[in-house]
């Protein structure tokens, strides 16, 4: 059984989250606050993280920021807050995915479905080399100039679908549907996991020699 771990300081909503769960198979776990909910994963690590923007003491970004400190559980922010600037932000710290509140059960489970198919995949190739960066798929792993690089299942997911159509432009729909598996959403998912993955495997994110914009078309990894 999938568990979820639920963090959200409205008790309403936290029920309500908790028992629609519940009902569709998942072993729910809850917290009220951030800093309740990280000793809760510590103590028993969840497969999912949903988490609240708005909580008492702690806010929703440190949490996201705490999780991902200690790995790289998937995480899905559940906010009413819908401003770019919010999201982005979430989206920045660490989290896979955003969704506004109110949230349809049957789309969220399909969210944390699509999360939990694509945290197991990997491509049918032992290693792809460009420069010095190197990707192994069937490892899980990353290397940098032969040092690993620490990436999220999600900047991982989206580094081997590039390599695997090295050379490629994929749109960021494009990239929606084969990494995220949404046939439509929100395009700020990608360019922010664009960014963060940047930031670790580039010398220069601002001027990245490895995943290069193509203005007006999408994203490619050079050979």
Known sequence: MASVLVIEDDDRIRLSLTLALEDEGYGVRAAATAEDGLAEHRQDPADTVLVDLMLPGLDGYDCIRGLRRDGD?????VSARS???DI???LEAGADDYLIKPVAIKELTARLRALRRRSRAALPVPALTFGDLEVRPLAGEVLLRGEPVALTRTEFRLLCELAEHAG??????QLLNRVWEYDFGDERLVDVHIGRLRQKIEDEPGAPRHVVTVRGLGYKLHR
């Open 83 to 85: 401003d770019t600037h």
């Open 88 to 90: 982005v932000a979430a």
């Open 73 to 77: 559980v998937p995480i899905v922010v």
């Open 168 to 173: 490629q432009v994929l749109s960021r729909q």
